[in-house]
């Protein structure tokens, strides 16, 4: 018998990586993303901007960071009809030919690694929980784009030097690749599917149908991995290799009904073990 080795088989390895990242209404913040993409080690991805309704401001600065020609980006669109979140990610999923999708959002720059690490853990049959680590708003208004090129923003010392308090979770910027997977080992948190950093096949994701269009914000990232658990799908934890680092902002759109109505769609999904949403890319039951 032939035994596969995923790691070395080129075969099994992401061809077209696509990093959807999702927007609304904060250009300032949305650049600074496009800064930490312009540093990454490789550069073999395009840029998928998932945009939930921003205005002509946010248009122009993608069209300006497109004609600079040093990040492949595509934009996706449609009109602000409220949080549509969940909707707009399912169109993009559907429309690009990107074989392996990292999922974060417009409001997270990550480290110069990142892609690489995504690329280096990706594995047909798994989905990757990665990490991310939240930043003041000192420190969200203060970082520039040397800042960010020069790796500085994932400095410790450079984060308290400039407002951010000192925290056991900087641990997660330890940079020694065998401290970051000693820790992606024995840290007790679940390896579930966050939507500011994971990644997965784009097949993977058809195959359980996308996102529920009928969650709003909160866990409708969980809801997904959950779906592709019952699918069939494991997770792999690489919250300390591969980080983002999360501008400060606030969050409008929470609401405790929300909250609860969200809990109760992944309660169902749990205790059917549902693998299928009628509400995602498509609209009704799975397709015989």
């Known amino acids: 018998m032939i035994k596969v080795n995923f790691k070395k088989d080129?075969?099994?390895?992401p061809q077209k990586i696509g990093i959807v990242i999702t927007t609304y209404n904060n250009p300032a913040w949305l650049e600074k993303c496009f800064w930490g993409w312009q540093a990454q080690t490789n550069k073999n991805f395009t840029l998928?901007?998932?945009d939930d309704g921003s205005t002509q401001?946010?248009?122009a600065l993608i069209q300006r960071y497109q004609a600079q020609n040093n990040l492949t980006i595509k934009h996706y669109w449609h009109e602000d009809l409220g949080f549509r979140k969940c909707e707009i990610l399912n169109k993009v999923i559907a429309a690009t030919d990107c074989d392996y999708l990292i999922f974060t959002d417009g409001d997270c720059v990550p480290a110069p690694n990142l892609v690489q690490t995504h690329y280096d853990y990706a594995e047909p049959g798994y989905f990757l929980s990665a990490g991310y680590f939240k930043l003041n708003m000192a420190v969200s208004k203060a970082v520039t784009e040397d800042d960010i090129q020069a790796g500085k923003l994932f400095e410790k010392?450079?984060?308290i030097a400039n407002g951010q308090p000192k925290s056991h979770k900087m641990g997660k910027l330890n940079p020694n690749p065998l401290y970051q997977r000693i820790m992606n080992k024995l840290t007790p948190t679940k390896a579930t599917w966050?939507?500011?950093n994971s990644s997965t096949w784009t097949k993977d994701i058809i195959a359980v149908n996308g996102f529920?269009?009928?969650m709003q914000y909160g866990g409708l990232d969980r809801e997904l991995g959950e779906r592709l658990w019952n699918n069939g799908m494991k997770s792999k934890q690489i919250r300390y290799s591969a980080i983002f680092m999360h501008l400060d902002h606030k969050r409008g759109y929470e609401s405790k009904e929300i909250w609860q109505k969200n809990y109760d769609i992944r309660n169902e999904v749990i205790r059917t073990k549902s693998t299928w949403t009628t509400n995602g890319i498509i609209k009704g039951n799975r397709p015989d």
């Open 10 to 13: 080129l075969r099994m390895k």
């Open 157 to 159: 010392q450079w984060l």
């Open 212 to 214: 529920n269009e009928d």
């Open 194 to 196: 966050n939507g500011a």
């Open 57 to 59: 401001e946010t248009k």
């Open 48 to 50: 998928l901007i998932a």
